[in-house]
Nanobody, 126 residues
Framework: QVQLVESGGGLVQTGGSMRLSCRTSGRTFNNYFMGWFRQAPGKEREFVAATTWSGSSIYYADSVKGRFTISRDNAKNTWYLQMNSLKPEDTAVYYC???????????????????WGQGTQVTVSS
């Protein structure tokens, strides 16, 4: 059974940093396109960041560009979201997701992804 398990969420003050992890199990995710999404209360789920397996193509939402960094350790079947300079508007449940394709031009759409984690809460206090 394929599983994606996020960890690393919690409470942080404005301007702080946090790193989220997403560990996969049940299959090898080589050549999978991987992403992070988030959903704030009362809002739709939105794209945050995505990367190809090799890291040769990386994409960020404008709202997080320059503050967040997506990376992956394929040997550990884990990818990460390093979040710096956090703002209250970053408060949301964060989800990792995997796409069976090696690349998708529609990486910003959640229906492009085949597997999802359960989500981890990130709260940024002002």
């Amino acid at each position: 059974q394929v599983q994606l398990v996020e960890s690393g969420g919690g409470l942080v003050q404005t301007g702080g940093s946090m790193r989220l992890s997403c560990r996969t199990s049940g299959r090898t995710f080589n050549n999978y396109f991987m992403g992070w999404f988030r959903q704030a209360p009362g809002k739709e789920r939105e794209f945050v960041a995505a990367t190809t397996w090799s890291g040769s193509s990386i994409y960020y939402a404008d709202s997080v560009k320059g503050r967040f960094t997506i990376s992956r350790d394929n040997a550990k079947n884990t990818w990460y979201l390093q979040m710096n300079s956090l703002k209250p508007e970053d408060t949301a449940v964060y989800y990792c997701a995997a796409c069976r394709s090696s690349y998708s031009s529609r990486y910003y759409l959640d229906d492009e992804y085949d597997y999802w984690g359960q989500g981890t809460q990130v709260t940024v206090s002002s």
